[in-house]
């Protein structure tokens, strides 16, 4: 019963964590031009 809870929760981490890595990306990038 806890395994699939874990691995919706896995997933939602995943996709939580490519878009806040590509927000955190976007902020970074003309920061790093400069």
Do not use: V, Y
Request: charge should be negative; glycine fraction near 0%; aromatic fraction near 2%.
């Amino acid at each position: 019963l806890i395994l699939p809870m874990l691995l919706k929760l896995q997933s939602c981490h995943e996709q939580l964590l490519s878009e806040s890595k590509d927000s955190i990306f976007e902020l970074l990038a003309p920061t790093l031009l400069i």
